[in-house]
């Protein structure tokens, strides 16, 4: 039983079906609507979804990304870094809705004939020499139902993570508020490119476009730090955000990358968001129940790995359980597959590794620059290049030259 219909939660259900493995999923929303606004899948992550026959929808809706470059508040490019196929891969990246992927899923899921439980809420649950016990909740009825594997893939705020390690951390907020929105506009540099303007410190600015189907679809990130970094009670994607607010934040920047006044103006709804994580867990897994995605390993969404990490996942789960006879040694096997580079990306990501080179831009050039060699090194530049690909990449070769995970 898969507690949670979000990207991990299909990503899963799909991987167990292709591994020969019944499974259902329970979502307590009660319809699974196009929620959201962009996310990127990384290459490893597009991989796997080809491999589960997914290759065609993501490129019927997503934007195949080019490069993700890096400019200061007035627009002068930092640096550029080329994405998915321009990097060497031999898949691409997309920029895509996150609404629109996870509809994607679920329509495969269900064209598979696997059961998607929708307005189903997981409660509880508890453990005997059978499997695991599920308390349930549909509607005003509690319900109780027994499988062989609970996985948890129920997001940020997850019950099942809630159940199994109770002082398992808090939410950790960065003390920056994140305000996101799509809206239509102008095309961006080529249109596929991941613009990441400013830094975290003084305001930033991300845009990229998420649609194939309409190339003036603009997803945009405004990110500010509000406040000192603390523990927050609650992290609701669906909090909505004010125009005026975020365009006070960025009324001074003169942005010759974007426009970001008509970018506001032209969103419908926009929606704020802490940047939150956990502190990573030092297990997962408890007897037969296991955690996957944002349940097992939240981490702040500036490397491009929130779904991406959630499909590996997927993945390794339904490999790891289909290939060992004894579902607690499968269990096992996927939590010491997946809990160690997981753990250290949360990490990495609280660091917000490339801030410090961005301040430096900030300090030595405020007025903007010519040429960003005249202001930093060639040494300077080749670290911040590392710096965000400890975050955003995985090594090329060994993805391109590694065996399927497919069972
Ligand atoms: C509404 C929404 C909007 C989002 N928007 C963005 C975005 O704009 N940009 C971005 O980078 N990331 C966004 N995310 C997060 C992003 O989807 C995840 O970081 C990433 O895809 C990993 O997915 P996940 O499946 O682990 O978690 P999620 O995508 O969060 O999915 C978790 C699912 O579990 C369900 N659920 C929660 N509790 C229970 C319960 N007790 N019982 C049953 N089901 C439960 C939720 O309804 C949800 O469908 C959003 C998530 C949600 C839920």
Not at 225 to 248: C, L, M, N
Not at 278 to 304: C, E, F, K, N
Not at 340 to 363: D, N, Y
């Amino acid at each position: 039983m898969i507690v949670g219909g979000g990207i991990g939660g299909l990503s899963t259900a799909l991987s167990l079906h292709a591994a020969g493995l019944d499974c259902v999923v329970v979502e307590a929303a009660r319809t699974l609507r196009p929620l959201g606004v962009g996310i990127n899948l990384q290459p490893h992550a597009v991989r796997e979804l080809t491999e589960l026959g997914l290759g065609d929808a993501l490129a019927g809706l997503g934007v195949e990304t080019t490069f993700m470059t890096f400019a200061d508040r007035h627009g002068n490019v930092i640096l550029s870094l080329p994405r998915g196929r321009k990097a060497g891969y031999r898949w691409p990246q997309y920029s895509i809705h996150r609404g629109e992927l996870q509809l994607a899923l679920l329509a495969a899921v269900r064209e598979r004939g696997v059961p998607v439980r929708t307005g189903v809420r997981f409660e509880d649950v508890a453990q005997d020499g059978d499997g695991v016990l599920v308390t349930l909740r549909e509607g005003d009825e509690l319900v109780r139902e027994r499988a062989d594997v609970l996985v948890g893939a129920d997001g940020v705020q997850s019950a099942v993570r809630e159940r199994l390690w109770p002082s398992g951390g808090p939410l950790l907020w960065s003390g920056i508020r994140m305000w996101r929105g799509v809206a239509e506009g102008e095309q961006i540099m080529d249109g596929a490119t991941v613009l990441v303007g400013g830094s975290n410190r003084a305001g930033k600015f991300v845009t990229y476009h998420i649609s194939a189907r309409n190339p003036r679809l603009i997803n945009w990130v405004a990110e500010v730090k509000v406040s000192e970094p603390g523990v927050v009670s609650a992290a609701d994607w669906y909090r909505r955000g004010s125009s005026a607010e975020v365009s006070a934040h960025f009324a001074s920047w003169k942005y010759r990358l974007a426009d970001i006044g008509a970018l506001l103006s032209a969103t419908d709804r926009i929606l704020e968001y802490p940047m939150v994580d956990r502190d990573p867990l030092p297990q997962w897994r408890q007897g037969r129940v296991t955690l996957l995605g944002d349940a097992a390993h939240p981490m702040y969404p500036i490397g491009s790995n929130g779904g991406s990490q959630a499909v590996l996942d997927a993945r390794v789960l339904a490999r790891c359980l289909a290939t060992h006879d004894d579902a607690e040694r499968g269990l096992a096997a996927y939590e010491e597959e997946r809990r160690p580079p997981t753990s250290a990306l949360v990490l990495a990501h609280r660091a917000l590794p490339i801030e410090e080179t961005i301040t430096l831009v900030t300090e030595r050039a405020p007025n903007g620059f010519g040429d960003i060699r005249e202001v930093l090194s060639e040494e300077e530049l080749a670290a911040m290049a590392d710096a965000q690909r400890s975050i955003s990449d995985a090594d090329v070769r060994a993805l391109n030259e590694r065996e399927s995970w497919s069972v």
